[in-house]
């Protein structure tokens, strides 16, 4: 039986939880046979029906809101669209990372409906920032030592895989992402540190909320697999506050 979603925040009109890495949040076609989603997990644990506005890749962890009411949703679905909402990430990358940068790559999508090439290129963009970087004494790829880094995420558009597909286009591929990093890295996380999972979580999201309009601030705690990690290199001073949530008033 599955463990209870930690509940982030919960009102009459929304609620935020904090997504388990490997849960889908949807049924979707590109993931046929699967039978476990976290959109109804979430209904049955509340009672009630919940709306999607927004969505986590299935390896990515962190928060993500759910809408109580179909007015409600579309109000939480123009905010994402129209980029009112800050979201902020957490990734460990392969190598050094940039002190910070902006990636203005245009993306195709990927989304299996035909052929990436035949899709028009879409503007992206993803602000990154290093907080962190370790050296650890293996020889992992052909150099006698391994580095890495803790990159803060935001991404300014919402394209599918857009955070992993700009880091490792700029030379600082996603651990454990088998699809846009590098298998020598995920295999050495995998086996000898005990990360078998992407190693990119959500933990902020920030937006007006649809009936006061009050800016509400979400905040969420790592996984266990990560948080272990981050003891393991020196970074606890980089861990997000489970559950810390504050509201402001949103100015024009």
């Known amino acids: 039986m599955s463990l209870p979603l930690p509940i982030l925040y919960h009102d009459d009109h929304l609620i935020a939880v904090h997504k388990p890495a490997g849960l889908l949040v949807h049924r979707s076609p590109l993931a046929r046979g699967e039978s476990e989603f976290l959109l109804q997990r979430l209904r ?11 969505r986590l890749d299935r390896p990515t962890s962190g928060v993500i809101v759910f809408a109580l009411s179909s007015g409600i949703a579309q109000r939480l679905n123009v905010a994402f669209t129209e980029r009112r909402v800050d ?12 002190d910070s940068d902006r990636l203005d790559s245009p993306l195709r999508e990927e989304d299996g409906s035909r052929p990436k090439a035949e899709m028009p290129a879409m503007e992206a963009t993803t602000l990154v920032q290093r907080l962190d970087s370790v050296e650890l004494p293996v020889s992992v790829d052909r150099y006698p030592q391994a580095r890495y880094s803790l990159m803060a995420v935001q991404p300014l558009t919402g394209r599918r895989h857009q955070i992993r597909r700009h880091l490792s286009g700029r030379g600082y591929p996603i651990i454990g992402d088998a699809k846009h990093g590098k298998g020598n890295h995920n295999r050495f996380f995998r086996e000898q540190l005990d990360c078998p999972r992407l190693l990119l979580a959500a933990v902020g999201l920030a937006f007006d909320h649809p009936l006061s309009d009050e800016r509400l601030t979400l905040t969420c705690p790592l996984d266990a697999t990560m948080t ?10 980089h861990l997000p506050r489970a559950g810390s949530i504050f509201r402001e008033t949103s100015t024009p």
């Open 44 to 54: 049955d644990q509340i009672g009630q029906r919940v709306y999607p506005v927004h």
């Open 87 to 98: 979201k902020r990430y957490l990734a460990v990358v392969r190598g050094v990372g940039p």
């Open 228 to 237: 272990e990690l981050f003891a393991r290199f020196g970074w606890n001073a």
